[in-house]
């Protein structure tokens, strides 16, 4: 069985500094950086509700989660010099929600996207709760603006 970021593409939501992407367990924060940029420059504020993120002096992203995370389980590593990849572990009691945007009221995917998210994340759960299906050929149909998807397997 194949896991599911393997089978599955992920759902970007496209940010002025980058992109963010969920699983059912995590959030992921792709920030792009002035090619050069050394760690140094870079300050990661992660905590329970917040994230605050500063490269050179200058703020990029500063704000409070729609949910909480594990912060001290949270990670964040500067790849070649231009790119930081932040992994949000969501807390347990959340960590099956679909959040709608990154911070509140910033980063929000639009409704289609948010759509296709929610989609992604109940596949990913059906797939984590039966691990013996295979879930190859499996999609999702309906709306989860109005009565919530169905399963086709």
Request: overall charge negative; some cysteine.
């Amino acid at each position: 069985m194949a896991n599911f970021e393997e089978r599955s593409a992920i759902v970007p939501v496209q940010t002025p500094w980058g992109h963010w992407f969920q699983t059912v367990d995590e959030v992921f924060v792709i920030i792009n950086v002035k090619p050069g940029t050394p760690s140094r420059e870079i300050k990661c504020d992660i905590r329970l509700k917040h994230l605050k993120v500063e490269v050179s002096g200058e703020v990029i992203i500063d704000g409070d989660f729609p949910a909480t995370v594990r912060a001290d389980e949270c990670i964040w590593t500067l790849e070649d010099k231009k790119t930081i990849n932040m992994c949000l572990l969501k807390s347990l009691c959340g960590a099956d929600k679909c959040w709608r945007s990154l911070l509140h009221g910033q980063y929000e995917a639009d409704p289609y996207t948010f759509d296709q998210m929610q989609k992604k994340l109940t596949l990913q759960r059906f797939q984590y709760e039966h691990p013996g299906f295979d879930f190859s050929g499996a999609g999702m149909s309906g709306g989860y603006q109005g009565g919530g998807p169905q399963l086709n397997a």
